[in-house]
């Protein structure tokens, strides 16, 4: 230790700007360099490139744009297949996979192998895919692409290995599951109509197999036309030609009438003795006018016909509701007997499917719910109770219920918040569901042994903040809250918050949440902050606000003329925002100025009166920006909160504020440049080319990556730059970051944006974009470590600012805490986003904090209700090296590791020169610490500390947007998250050891499970039946029957996925000695089934020849005349 102390002072002669600046520092990308021998500081770093490996673990939310549905009835496991081209199949809690075409092609159907662990789904790029489900990650086992034909719909028969493919031009092809190869039995669409016919008959929408008779194979068309084939005979048993167009057609289990539904909203019922008309035509929904006529109604798109053994069958249909209705939303209908009832639904439906008791279609079905998928909703309907209640849906499928617009991610949380935010949560959850247990149940899933408490929050464009408890890779909501309580309601299309805001001006922006002393923190769009503290009781408040004055005044800005002679700035202080704070908010309505002018008013207006609060989360205090002679404010852009200061620090494109949220006070509000002093290490002058009071409005925040777009109207008008950005803009981002700037000097405000440089060398506003609380040392001098202010900017300027905090609880509360401006400067390339701190051992500093204590509890008159604070001083741990810390510094573009308090810089890495970091945190993996890093083009990396090794460097997501960079979020544990949808969450692990476990925690979706046994058809039924379990299609549809297919028609690509652990092998000599084996073991298969046809045919040519011989002898002696 004595030498590691040596060479610590041997650095404190180095200067931050020297550092900075010279080549030891100015390292090309991707290699750390130190000055001035790094290797020689003896902190034992434990990650290896080793301990690291990216994947997905687990994807939570409600699948985005959904287009196909499908259900196993005896594994009771449901898929849902979506546009991009994803398949989410569910099972009971926890049993919750995704899986992902790689061509990103929409799905259009999904058919389950019904009990044998496989799913088959069909894609808008014309080609089928074969999932196999007997391992916890689904792989596609073979593929087969269409190339001259456009798949419209498939069938698959229960116990079938042959899926019927009908196309675009009408035919029908037939496809062999096992080895996914096409049948040369085809059903072309000419044969199947009659000849006489002159039109195309349209793209085929049905195929199913007749409960009957499965030799009999029911074709629809769009047109209208309906064709029954016998797949024996190759002919048609009859054809129906309606005048409506056809959606979708079901069958009465008997099989001897089946119900189709039109694009006019009227259900058909077509008898089998009688096809030439329909046996019943009904329109649900079109009631007869006063002129005798039907009501014009809208297309039922799907019907399902179920049978009942003790009542009468369902009808179930979506669609079909009369137009003139206007404003009507989407409705499934369930008619029952002589009722109707309508379910009219949030969304449109996208899909619905009724469950069924038994799997076989010649059965009564018995039907006991019904699955609807929505667009942003699934929900399934109880059939067994006469009302149809919905069941409560386990599944966190309701994250996008107002969209998300920020997330934070806790990975180590005290373990008993999960159980008090549940309890809390749990009184305000709806009440009116079905009794009965959610339908959906298959699978298995067991809580891993690698589980610690996770908590995830997610804010929303409406106001509201969810806590999700994601422990074990699973997701369920524990705790809601709406921060629009707080305030008033504004009035529609008038006030203070349309003319900022126009929808959503309660949007959450960032939250910072301190889970020890459950403090809480709010930055909405309407540039407000709210403070929360938690309490079990509940409270009657009176809600205390501040108003803050946090914009420079238009004289700020002075142009290059009158000032050209001036190197510097005026008199400290002239370009300070003024603070302006009320304790308790009256209800005035602001000043205007005569010109009317808005001048010193927030966007909001928080709620002047006692209020009661439920227990949970209660409002503490409430933070606003002020409009300045008629600007608005600028959205607020960095936050911290610490609870053992009781202080709160906000920033935004203007300058720096810090609250005193115990004695409800303003204690510091200055302009960015003003907290320079004399330090200022651009000694920047101030210059504007244009004149007018715009150029002091005209900056926004550019500073965070792009986090909000270029257009200030946007920013300022709708919370749509925290929810969406189109292609378009995200393009344009994306060019300008692969153009930096031509200047190469670190003091010359070189960003990773052009356009950026130019907006700070006209107004030279200087962003505050990341806040940091801890114990540190302000200046080079000090000896003991004090509470410090650290603050990052958009020029890659990093500030501390001391603070002097009475220690004495009574004194806090009394006596000012003071702020000393004056402190060190340091420096990095690019906008600042992270600070964290490290002992000289390398361990992780925590920032102090207050043990949480329930400010409404019952007063106890024994113990005396005192502050605990819990502090984590830099010279706590380190008796052996003495006092000093590390500070972990990283901006957008680089990462550095300083000495406190010599300020010295010891190690720097540049992260990227293309692009720039977007989310940057320090945290623990495998019981060390690295920083871990997401950059703009996609790159996952990690780097040790403190020497900031590069340990890993993952190209992640290429083409990532604004929502992906907004709501990434890196957390302890190896895990992070980001909203890879507008609807859902995905998790992912960068840590090997998670990789390592992740099949132990994943859920199991194939159980072993008998086939239930087909109900005893009597004799009488099985004898006028038909022959339906005589009828064998590999008879039919096999090489031998049907010949090959053309080989244009469809090409077979194998897939990748085999049997559980092939991926795995595949990259050595065992996956390729198990192939070998696999293709050995289909070769002597083939050449065995040769063998037995050569086998046949030889024994078929003896027999052949053994009876022309008798036929020979027998007509040998005869005479001409005798034949």
């Known amino acids: 230790m004595k030498k590691f102390r040596k060479v610590l002072d041997g650095l404190t002669t180095s200067s931050p700007g020297a550092t900075v600046g010279s080549p030891s520092c100015g390292s090309a990308a991707g290699t750390p360099t130190a000055a001035p021998t790094p290797k020689e500081i003896d902190v034992q770093e434990t990650l290896v490139s080793e301990n690291f490996q990216l994947c997905k673990t687990v994807r939570h939310g409600f699948p985005y744009q959904p287009t196909a549905l499908a259900f196993d009835p005896v594994q009771k496991i449901l898929a849902i297949g979506s546009r991009s081209g994803g398949v989410r199949i569910l099972g009971r809690p926890g049993v919750d996979c995704y899986c992902q075409h790689e061509s990103g092609a929409a799905v259009l159907q999904l058919q389950f192998l019904i009990n044998e662990g496989a799913l088959v789904s069909a894609c808008a790029d014309d080609t089928l895919h074969l999932w196999n489900l007997r391992q916890r990650r689904p792989a596609i086992l073979h593929s087969l692409k269409f190339n001259r034909e456009r798949i419209t719909f498939c069938h698959l028969p229960f116990q079938s290995k042959w899926l019927y493919v009908g196309t675009e031009r009408g035919n029908t092809h037939i496809v062999n599951i096992e080895s996914f190869v096409l049948s040369g039995y085809v059903i072309m669409w000419n ?663 329930d400010h409404n509890a019952p007063e106890d008159p024994d113990r005396l209700r005192r502050r605990k604070l819990v502090h984590f001083s830099p010279s706590s741990s380190q008796d052996a090296c003495g006092d000093g810390h590390l500070a972990v510094v990283c901006s957008e573009r680089q990462a550095k590791v300083f000495l406190m308090p010599s300020q010295s810089c010891l190690f720097v890495h540049n992260i990227t020169e293309s692009s720039f970091v977007l989310r940057a945190d320090v945290v623990s993996v495998c019981n060390s610490v690295c920083l871990a890093c997401f950059c703009a083009n996609g790159h996952v990396m990690t780097l040790s500390l403190p020497s900031l090794r590069p340990l890993m460097d993952v190209n992640y997501l290429p083409l990532t947007d604004m929502r992906i960079a907004r709501t990434f979020y890196f957390t302890n544990g190896g895990q992070a998250l980001y909203l890879s949808s507008p609807t859902e969450v995905q998790r992912i692990t960068y840590s090997q050891e998670m990789c390592d476990n992740l099949q132990e925690m994943l859920g199991e979706l194939f159980t072993p499970i008998e086939t239930p046994e087909a109900q005893n058809r009597g004799f009488l039924k099985g004898f006028f039946g038909g022959n339906a379990h005589t009828f064998d299609r590999e008879e039919l549809f096999g090489e031998a029957a049907a010949g090959k297919a053309s080989r244009s028609l469809a090409q077979h690509i194998p897939g990748q996925g085999g049997v559980e652990g092939m991926k795995v092998a595949a990259s050595g000599v065992v996956g390729e000695l198990a192939r070998a084996r696999i293709a050995l073991d289909e070769r002597g298969q083939r050449l065995g089934e040769l063998e037995e046809r050569t086998a046949l045919m030889m024994t078929s040519a003896e027999a052949f020849s053994k009876h022309a011989h008798e036929l020979m002898l027998k007509c040998k002696d005869k005479k001409w005349y005798q034949f």
């Not at 199913?208 to 190759?234: C, H, M, N």
């Not at 079905?365 to 919905?390: G, R």
């Not at 002393?517 to 079990?536: D, E, P, T, W």
Request: charge should be negative; charged fraction near 20%; aromatic fraction near 8%.
């Open 191 to 853: 044969k199947a109509i009659e000849l006489s016919t002159k039109t195309h008959p349209g793209p085929v929408v049905h195929l199913s197999d007749s409960p009957k008779d499965e030799g009999k194979l029911l074709i629809g068309f769009e047109s209208g036309t309906i064709v029954q084939w016998d797949l024996r005979g190759k002919k048609a048993d009859f054809r129906i030609y309606y005048d409506e167009a056809i959606h979708s057609v079901s069958w009465h289990h008997e099989g001897k009438q089946f119900m189709c539904s039109h694009s006019d909203g009227s259900l058909t019922l077509w008898n089998l003795r009688n096809t030439t008309k329909p046996f019943q035509v009904t329109f649900p929904h079109g009631k007869i006018q006063k002129d005798a006529r039907k009501e014009s109604c809208k297309p039922i798109l799907k019907v399902e016909y179920k049978t009942c053994r003790n009542s009468e069958p369902f009808v179930i249909f979506s669609g079909g509701l009369s137009y003139d209705k206007a404003g009507r939303r989407p409705a499934l209908t369930i008619m029952h007997g002589k009722a109707i009832t309508v379910l009219e639904m949030d969304y449109p439906i996208v899909e619905f499917m009724v469950l069924c008791e038994t799997p076989y279609n010649n059965e009564v079905q018995e039907p006991y719910a019904v699955v609807v998928l929505l667009e942003k909703d699934l929900i399934v309907v109880d059939l067994t109770q006469s009302n149809y209640p919905v069941f409560e849906n386990p599944y966190p499928m309701d994250i996008h219920e107002s969209p998300v617009t920020c997330t934070a991610y806790f990975a180590d949380c005290p373990p008993d918040i999960i159980p008090i935010l549940y309890s809390i949560g749990a009184k305000h959850k709806k009440t009116g569901y079905s009794q009965k247990e959610w339908p959906i149940s298959g699978g298995t899933w067991t809580l891993g042994s690698h589980t610690y408490p996770e908590i995830i929050i997610t804010g929303h464009a409406d106001g509201s903040i969810k806590f999700w408890d994601a422990s074990a890779i699973t997701l369920q909501m524990l705790y809601k809250m709406k921060t629009s309580k707080v305030f008033e309601k504004p009035k529609p299309g008038e006030g203070r918050a349309a003319e900022l805001v126009e929808e959503d001006p309660f949007a959450i922006q960032m939250v910072s949440w301190c889970p020890q002393s459950r403090m809480f923190c709010v930055v909405g769009i309407s540039a407000h902050i709210i403070l929360y503290r938690f309490s079990k009781y509940d409270a009657n408040t009176q809600i205390v606000s501040l108003e803050v004055r946090l914009q420079c005044d238009s004289d700020d800005v002075i142009s290059p003329s009158e000032n050209e002679n001036n190197p510097s700035f005026s008199e400290p202080g002239s370009h300070s925002p003024q603070p302006h704070h009320q304790h308790q908010h009256p209800a005035s309505p602001g000043s205007r100025t005569p010109e009317g002018i808005k001048d010193s008013i927030p966007c909001l207006k928080v709620k002047d009166r006692a209020v009661r609060v439920p227990p949970g989360y209660q409002s503490e205090l409430v933070i606003q920006l002020l409009w300045v002679d008629g600007e608005p404010p600028q959205q607020i852009t960095s936050l911290d909160i610490n609870s053992a200061y009781g202080l709160l620090a906000f920033g935004n494109c203007y300058g720096l504020a810090v609250v005193d949220y115990l004695q409800k006070t303003v204690i510091l509000c200055m302009s960015t440049l003003d907290l320079y002093g004399s330090t200022d290490p651009y000694q920047r002058l101030t210059r504007s080319p244009r004149r007018n009071r715009q150029s002091t409005s005209e900056f926004c925040m550019r500073g965070l990556s792009n986090f909000y777009s270029d257009s200030k109207k946007r920013i300022r008008t709708s919370y749509q730059s925290l929810t969406e950005l189109t292609d378009n803009q995200q393009s344009i981002d994306m060019e300008r970051n692969k153009s930096p700037t031509s200047e190469s000097r670190e003091n010359s405000f070189t960003r990773s944006r052009s356009s950026s440089v130019s907006s700070i060398d006209r107004d030279t506003k200087e962003a505050v974009t990341t806040l940091q609380f801890g114990e540190s040392y302000g200046r080079k001098n000090d000896v003991l470590p004090t509470p410090c202010l650290w603050v990052g900017t958009s020029l890659g300027v990093v500030l501390l600012i001391p603070m002097s905090i009475p220690t004495d609880q009574e004194e806090r509360m009394e006596e000012p805490v003071t702020m000393g401006v004056s402190g060190a400067v340091l420096m990095l390339k690019g906008s600042v986003l992270r600070f964290s701190f490290l002992d000289c051992m390398g361990a992780l500093i925590q920032p102090p904090y207050e043990v949480w204590r």
